[in-house]
């Protein structure tokens, strides 16, 4: 296990340090001899995934620097020899413990992408993407930092005062207090509007009643970030949304139950209560009536970090089941040997190739501010959809053993599914897609 800040250190002055550097010449390189850049020097050729030998190997997309891969190394060393062995422990828990939010928090794997001077990691939106992708290559689900890291906390960092930001961040960065966000409610899914949560003005404070339901990290969390209506008279609902932050401690916010799930099984979810909950004035989160338009303005990255997960979550399983396949026999052969498995696998590998090329474009333009929403929504749809598909495909190819529980397969179908609900339904995507097809 890495000690201290180690992974975390890796971040100061705006990258790894010369140790560090020094020893990306160990990691998997190719080099383009007529290659040059502007100054006429070679570059480093990077092989696309789907090129090497397996799609989840060190070294590979331009997307990506050899500091980067010196960054993943260390990630997957430490998820490997620190939380995987937990897996089987939170699902029957039902949840993960704090000391492993508190491992990732030491560790520098928390909030990467927020600002080193607001008590983030000071890292970039793809350094936070590496984490999120070895926790899909290693098949951990327990912890979804999706919630906490990647929309929680930039929630905060783009939109809360320095008061809130001091307060918040950098205990969320050392995995010491847990995010959630309460938009989803029974009568209020994909659609925003519906949101019957409301809050209203006694004197400077703010009275908040209504539920939430399906909320990722509801049970763990200290602070959640809830979406009230605040102007019932607004003649558009999206224009009397607003956001508040809203500690766990506080009278009249209450925990349901743990929700039993098809699939996630080791990450909680729960129902929310809020019943005559009291906040002062100073938990607005961003400007009055403006939530909604904050939720959409930041609903493109966790679209985004949702196809990203999907993406390396087909890549792994693709080939945990190449492994299966070469390894099984079937009528005195290899299975991998029979042609209907090695076309299966063919189609699999390219459409997973297909998809990464638009994901790590995706990637690319956003860490760079330039990904539409409608990108985003493309991103996700499709990401998700494949994850599905290749999952359901690679189950089959395990046969009956596939159906078992304790299989890597059968709980990586079993988690696609509600890829195509949350985050927005895929009907939505589609639906946002096409208006800018079909506008005059």
């Not at 783009?158 to 008061?163: M, P």
């Not at 729960?270 to 961003?286: H, I, T, Y």
């Amino acid at each position: 296990m890495l000690k201290g800040n180690a992974l975390k250190s890796w971040f100061g002055g705006g990258g790894l340090s010369r140790r560090t550097r020094s020893l990306s010449s160990s990691l998997p390189r190719r080099q383009r001899p007529d290659e040059k850049d502007e100054t006429g020097s070679s570059q480093e050729f990077r092989a696309a995934g789907a090129q090497l030998s397996r799609m989840t190997e060190l070294g590979s997309r331009r997307i990506f620097n050899s500091d980067q891969d010196m960054f993943r190394q260390a990630v997957r060393k430490f998820m490997i020899d620190e939380m995987v062995p937990h897996m089987d422990e939170f699902e029957e828990a039902g949840q993960p413990s704090r000391e492993i939010w508190e491992a990732m928090g030491t560790q520098g794997l928390i909030g990467v992408n927020i600002p080193e001077e607001i008590g983030g990691i000071g890292g970039s939106f793809i350094d936070e993407m590496i984490v999120n992708e070895e926790l899909a290559y290693n098949f951990i689900t327990y912890l979804d930092l999706g919630i906490h890291s990647t929309i929680v906390m930039p929630y905060i960092h783009h939109y809360g005062t320095k008061q809130q930001q001091d307060r918040y961040i950098p205990e969320m960065t050392a995995g010491r207090l847990l995010g959630s966000l309460g938009m989803t409610e029974p009568d209020a899914g994909s659609d925003l509007q519906g949101i019957r949560t409301h809050a209203k003005r006694d004197g400077s404070d703010w009275i908040i009643n209504g539920s939430k339901i399906y909320i990722t990290g509801g049970w763990l969390c200290d602070v959640c970030i809830v979406v009230a209506k605040t102007n019932p008279d607004a003649k558009k609902a999206a224009h009397g949304l607003s956001l508040f932050l809203v500690d766990a401690d506080t009278p009249g916010f209450h925990k349901g139950s743990k929700l039993k799930k098809l699939g996630l099984k080791s990450q909680d979810t729960a129902e929310l209560f809020f019943e005559d909950v009291r906040v002062p004035g100073s938990a607005l989160l961003g400007n009055l009536n403006e939530g909604f338009y904050m939720l959409m303005d930041q609903l493109p990255q966790e679209r985004l970090s949702l196809a990203v997960h999907s993406s390396a979550i087909a890549e792994a399983i693709f080939e945990e089941t190449r492994d299966w396949v070469k390894e099984r026999k079937a009528f005195g052969r290899r299975v991998a040997d029979l042609q209907t498995v090695q076309h299966k696998l063919a189609e699999l590998k390219t459409s997973i190739a297909v998809n990464r090329a638009f994901t790590d474009e995706c990637i690319e333009l956003h860490s760079h501010l330039n990904l539409s929403g409608e990108m985003a929504s493309m991103a996700k749809y499709w990401a998700t959809d494949l994850e599905n598909k290749v999952a359901g495909e690679c189950l089959q190819l395990h046969g009956g053993w596939g159906f078992m529980w304790e299989t890597k397969v059968a709980k990586t179908y079993a988690n696609a599914r509600v890829k195509t609900i949350y985050g927005g339904t895929n009907e939505i995507m589609k639906e946002l897609i096409a208006r800018n097809i079909t506008k005059q």
